[in-house]
């Protein structure tokens, strides 16, 4: 029960900092064809989330609370995307090049493929 408490206040943290940012993103770039929000949240995401990885994996400095707090509630909230990029940088860090290219492409292409298929199942 803790644990999901922890997680659950990281996620709402991180939802709320997701929704601002892109928000104030998108405002300064209503113009674009780009979706820039979503582009921003999920590169600041996947930076925070390798800045923490190293100094969890090369100085052990957080707690099993802490990483529940920061991974997965916070950047969990703020953008899967980044859980996306850790666990393909831990393939690639353990040489299991074959299995991060299939992470990839499978995640993408079914990803974008189920999302096709549940927008055409309503319609």
Known sequence: MKSMLIVGFGGCIGAIIRYKLSGLVMHHTA????????????????????????????????????????????????????AFGVDTIYLLE?????????????TISAGITALWLGTLSVR
């Open 31 to 82: 113009g674009w064809k780009f979706p820039a929000g979503t582009f921003a949240v999920n590169v600041i995401g996947c930076l925070i989330a390798g800045v923490m990885m190293a100094l969890a994996i090369k100085h052990n400095y957080f707690s099993p609370n802490i990483r529940l707090l920061v991974f997965t509630g916070l950047l969990g909230g703020f953008t899967t995307f980044s």
């Open 94 to 106: 353990k040489h299991e090049i074959v299995w991060a290219g299939l992470y990839v492409l499978l």
